[in-house]
């Protein structure tokens, strides 16, 4: 009897509980609230009305984008940006590779085939290119491109923290193709990490320059013209 009438007055209370949990006339209200926190956040609906309004009256929450803004990987109608080399380049890089480790072999022979340098040889590109080559690569890499960085060699000519040993610029880079470096530097090879977020196009060609320099390999011809073609105009001015 008494073991019974335990029985039902839990019954009776789990039966208040879930009644009263569902009490509520609005049926979208969570009831009692424990951590109001997390049931109503502080942060406005994206698409609702903001009290907060724009110069211009604009009170969604949301706010449009800056003007001129555009997607990640759109090409814009603008033809001076449709034809120039170096976004195009970037554009090709991010739509027609899938980065795929298990297709990295065949993105590198396709990249060698498919880009190209679209960069002048100019000294402010080596410049530029050298600035970016001590911040970003030479720890590895040494100061001349042997690979003997100061993360590969200690000072006192032990092995460094880093195993993986870079091979030398001089005996790599004659090896390979323009597109095989820039795709090398922009998605990473073995040991070596991915230059693609950090370095934009242009800066990767100019690194690029920089360690083809120090490895004894001079810009083509066609390059060397534009050089000219470009101190002519500054010339002029
Ligand atoms: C953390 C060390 C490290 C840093 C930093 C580093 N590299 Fe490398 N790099 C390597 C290693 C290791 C290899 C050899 C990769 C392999 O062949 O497996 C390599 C290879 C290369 C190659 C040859 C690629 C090929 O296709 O054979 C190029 C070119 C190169 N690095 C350029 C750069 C440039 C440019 C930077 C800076 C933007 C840079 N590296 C930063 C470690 C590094």
């Not at 340098?117 to 001590?134: F, M, R, S, V």
């Not at 030479?138 to 100061?150: A, I, L, T, W």
């Not at 795709?183 to 990490?193: A, H, I, L, Q």
């Amino acid at each position: 009897m008494i073991k019974s009438t335990i029985k039902i007055s839990v019954l009776a209370s789990v039966a208040a509980m879930v009644v009263a949990s569902c009490g509520s006339a609005d049926p979208k209200s969570p009831g009692k609230v424990y951590m109001p926190d997390m049931a109503y956040s502080r942060a406005w609906e994206t698409y609702s009305e903001s009290p907060i309004k724009t110069p211009e009256g604009y009170n969604m929450s949301a706010r449009k984008p800056v003007e001129g803004t555009i997607p990640r990987g759109w090409v814009p109608e603008d033809q001076s940006i449709r034809t120039n080399q170096a976004f195009l380049m970037s554009y090709m890089a991010k739509n027609h590779f899938t980065h795929n480790p298990d297709k990295w072999q065949e993105e590198y022979d396709k990249a060698a085939a498919s880009i190209k340098d679209p960069l002048a040889y100019t000294k402010e590109n080596l410049d530029a290119g050298k600035a970016l080559y001590a911040t970003h690569c030479q720890v590895c890499h040494g100061e001349k491109g042997n690979g003997d960085g100061q993360l590969v060699v200690l000072p006192d000519g032990s092995d460094g923290p880093y195993t993986a040993v870079p091979p030398a610029y001089s005996k790599r880079l004659p090896e390979i193709k323009d597109g095989n470096i820039f795709y090398s530097v922009s998605y990473g090879k073995g040991m070596m990490g991915p230059y693609g977020n950090q370095l934009n196009v242009q800066d990767r060609w100019k690194v690029i320059h920089y360690i083809k320099s120090l490895a004894g390999i001079k810009g083509d011809a066609s390059a060397t013209a534009v050089v000219a073609t470009d101190s002519a105009t500054t010339a002029k001015k």
